[in-house]
């Protein structure tokens, strides 16, 4: 199997790090620091390193703007 099969064959999904996903949501980390011990968005840790599934963060990010509005 190629580098190229074999990457494509896994679908990992994309783990951002915390300034990574700060800058792709237009937020502070400290914001996100913040929703996640708010337990808004979803992140995985591994040792001391937090990362983030950036759709299950666009998915939750949704969720909780529908449930903001709707309240």
Excluded: Y
């Excluded at 300034?19 to 949501?25: G, M, N, R, S, T």
Aim: charged share 25%; glycine share 2%.
């Amino acid at each position: 199997m190629t580098q190229q099969n074999a990457s494509s064959s896994t679908n990992a999904p994309a783990l951002f790090r915390p300034e990574q996903l700060a800058k792709l949501l237009n937020v502070s980390r400290r914001t996100l620091t913040n929703f996640v011990q708010r337990r808004i968005i979803p992140s995985i840790s591994v040792g001391r390193v937090r990362l983030f599934d950036l759709e299950k963060v666009k998915a939750a990010l949704e969720k909780f703007e529908q449930t903001e509005v709707t309240r």
